[in-house]
């Protein structure tokens, strides 16, 4: 154990992981146009390049935007040790928000040139990301669960974004793949099962028992299902490549169904042992999520029997949206409320007008947006499922309504910033940055303010 | 759970630790003695804790009003007290408190929430006080930290958890439940964040620079 390591002050300034979640729903939204714009077409096949603009909006503009923030947030907490480089943090945001926005442009567009600016922002957003996370965990002073997991979810990434810059090599004809189909499943394999699926199971087990006292999952039960995560994009490229018959695919999905059943098990258990019986809408968006996750192998597996392309559809749906951006959302609404608070209000703890959390996220508008979130899962199933064409587009809208929503909640979040004006006290200097000097929080644009 | 309750009140000072230990005898494994004294109970700990030191965890619920209340239970596995068994317990039992007042604090009753809230209080209370006046200096000395870093990042912590329970308990003496409970919601990912960085890395930290003297320490530090 490196006793050198253990620092547990070096939560990184707030506007560093802010960035990013204040980021994430607007590619929500932008992924969200995308389908309202050109309805079921992007819902026919996978391979199609709109289609792929789609998911990259959400995998990359949503989830990654999101878990990349979280990381640099968590990582010093969760394993004890800084990210070194936060000063090019800024850079790894832009680098990741204009090479999205080139990558999608390109394969809306096809013009070449933003192939190559895809490259140059992604490439070296990337870089740096990874480098700082395996300098951060080099540096980890204990290796328990969650830092496993953290390690096992950044490989993955660093896998599936090789062969997506691999991708973007070939279609800038710097050079020819042999064999491109079993590489992209490779690339899936490692960016949802590695990569989302790994880091949202580690960041569960961390915060389950913290934010509902759950008390902490079996030892055993954690590393059964990193077993299974680890063997999961491993089984599934080996399978990509070497499997004569698509049957093959079953053995990943079976992997992945007892990582998910595992996993599942001991988050409905703890939920349902949970001390604190507060009903949240991170609650609301853990249930959704985990309800999600079985339904989409569900349908993956109907796939690998049934290989019309509508059953993969669904599974994206309900993996993608369902499961992860679910589970994303109500992280978020928990997340920012706290670093606010931490950063702005914690000092003063003690006197009786501080703002509370329920003040800086209140709980009503997470409710109706949790509810737009619904919606828009409803409709995009059916959608993908049916190929209707007027359901995807209502989708797509929803989907707009509730990331703009999202959006809407996290910037009120992120400009909420209260002096203390009232001369009770209880001997704590109230201090403020920013010299505003309203009586009330001032909303951004929305009037989504009762507490 | 087997509970027992033990009156030692009226009991004259030199019988009563032989009664409490006689009590304490009595209780099966895991079991829970509640008793209560007519002043602080740590001169009759005392005396437990030369003779049975190991095989029982102490907790103080109620003080003053010459109506002192405190919790004995009987370890499960005796053994060397370790961090396990002291500070993680405590993080545990002032969990289950803080659930159980704000439960009561849903069901709107007032009465309950301030009883749970209160051994909630001394529970911690205690329990910042053994950190912060003992155990953190120990382990800052041995680890070279110069009271910087980890343990100044958790003495903060203690600040702002003392600021929010005042604020708690503010609510409460207002009868205001409501703001209890939005007070309650914001402690808790102050509490839970901050016993993950204590149990996760620095109590694992602590018992590989004092192995075996940790034992010692947390005895001399129990009455604190």
């Known amino acids: 154990m490196n006793r050198k390591g253990l620092r547990l002050d070096q939560a990184p300034p707030l506007h560093l992981p802010l960035r990013f979640f204040l980021t994430a729903p607007l590619f929500g939204v932008g992924a969200g146009l995308l389908l309202a714009w050109k309805g079921a077409e992007l819902l026919l096949t996978p391979w199609s390049f709109p289609t792929l603009a789609l998911v990259h909006l959400i995998t990359l503009g949503f989830l990654t935007m999101v878990m990349m923030g979280a990381l640099y947030q968590i990582t010093p907490v969760l394993v004890g040790t800084p990210v070194p480089g936060t000063g090019l943090v800024w850079l790894v945001h832009l680098g990741l928000v204009c090479g999205l926005a080139a990558l999608t442009l390109w394969l809306l567009t096809g013009a070449p040139f933003l192939n190559w600016l895809a490259v140059a922002g992604l490439l070296p957003a990337f870089l740096i990301f990874l480098g700082q996370m395996a300098l951060a965990l080099r540096r980890a002073p204990t290796w328990n669960a969650t830092v496993f997991s953290i390690a096992l979810a950044v490989t993955a990434l660093a896998l599936a974004i090789s062969l997506g810059l691999v991708f973007l090599g070939e279609f800038a004809a710097l050079w020819q793949l042999p064999a491109r189909r079993p590489l992209a499943t490779a690339h899936v394999y490692l960016a949802l099962g590695g990569w989302v699926g790994t880091l949202i199971t580690g960041v569960g087990y961390a915060v389950i028992p913290m934010f509902y006292l759950s008390g902490k999952f079996p030892a055993h039960l954690t590393w059964l299902v990193m077993a299974f995560q680890l063997l999961l994009p491993i089984s599934g490229s080996l399978v990509a490549f070497l499997a004569p018959s698509p049957v093959w695919h079953l053995i990943p999905l079976l992997i992945a169904a007892s990582a998910t059943g595992v996993f599942t098990f001991a988050v409905v258990r703890a939920l349902r042992g949970r001390k604190r019986r507060i009903i949240d809408s991170t609650l609301r968006y853990w249930q959704t999520g985990i309800a999600c996750a079985p339904l989409s192998l569900a349908s993956l597996a109907v796939f690998t029997f049934h290989p019309e392309f509508r059953w993969l559809m669904a599974f994206g749906v309900l993996f993608l949206l369902g499961f992860a951006m679910s589970i994303l959302s109500g992280m978020l609404y928990k997340i920012v409320a706290f670093l606010v608070w931490l950063h702005r209000f914690s000092k003063m703890a003690g006197k009786m007008d501080v703002p509370l959390l329920r003040d800086i996220i209140p709980h009503r508008p997470t409710a109706l947006q949790w509810w737009t979130h619904l919606l828009m899962l409803g409709l995009l199933v059916v959608a993908a499922l049916t190929g209707h064409d007027g359901l995807a587009r209502a989708g797509g809208l929803a989907l707009v309504v509730s990331c703009g929503a999202l959006f809407l909640i996290l910037l009120r979040a992120a400009r909420f910033n209260r002096p203390t004006t009232s001369t009770e006290s209880t001997g704590i200097t109230a201090t403020n940055s920013s010299g505003a000097a309203t009586a009330e929080p001032q909303p951004p644009s929305q009037g989504s303010t009762e507490a | ?224």
């Open chain 2, 1 to 224: 759970m087997t509970e027992t309750t033990l009156d030692l009140r009226e009991v004259p000072e030199n019988e009563r630790s032989e009664r409490l230990t006689a009590a304490f005898e009595a209780l099966p494994s895991g079991g829970l003695l509640f008793f209560t004294t007519a002043e602080d109970p740590r001169r009759v700990l005392r005396q437990l804790i030369t003779n049975l030191w190991g095989r029982f965890d102490w907790a103080p619920l109620k003080e003053g009003d010459s109506q002192w209340l405190s919790q004995i239970v009987k370890r499960e596995r005796p053994g060397p007290t370790g961090l396990e068994d002291m500070l993680i317990v405590e993080h545990r039992r002032c969990d289950d408190l803080f659930a159980e007042a704000e439960a009561a604090a849903q069901e709107g009753d007032q009465e309950r929430t301030e009883l749970l809230f209160g051994r909630l209080e001394m529970g911690m209370e205690r329990h910042f006080t053994i950190e912060e006046e003992g155990f953190f200096q120990e382990v800052d000395q041995r680890m070279g930290l110069m009271g910087g870093g980890p343990v100044a990042v958790m003495r903060d912590e203690h600040q702002q958890m003392r600021g929010m329970l005042r604020r708690m308990a503010g609510a409460l003496a207002e009868s205001n439940l409501e703001d209890f409970l939005a007070a309650s919601d914001t402690m808790i990912y102050l509490m839970e964040q901050h016993n993950m960085k204590e149990e996760e890395m620095l109590y694992p930290m602590a018992e590989e620079v004092l192995g075996a003297e940790m034992d010692e320490l947390l005895q001399r530090l129990y009455l604190f």
